[in-house]
């Protein structure tokens, strides 16, 4: 999958993990879209390896493997940058 997939699959990913995740995170849409490749990149890492499938290109069960991903990356961010 190409370089411009992942960002691709990442932005989708992250807005939907900010949808269903709402709340307010410092960095704001550019640390989102960050976090959603990086769910992407261990959404299809962790799907392959458990057999349910990679993140590997645009296409329905990619978006929810990457969002799920993104999901466990935003809640772990939370945690590590939590404000007071």
Known sequence: MGFLTWIGLGLVAGILAKIIIPGKD????IIT????IGGAFMGGWI???AG???ADGLNLPSIIT????????L???RVV???G
């Open 47 to 49: 799907g392959s390896f």
């Open 52 to 54: 349910m499938g990679a």
């Open 75 to 77: 809640l772990i961010y």
């Open 81 to 83: 940058f939590r404000r």
């Open 33 to 36: 879209i960050i976090l959603g």
């Open 26 to 29: 410092p960095g704001g849409w």
């Open 66 to 73: 990457a969002t799920g991903g993104a999901i466990v990356i």
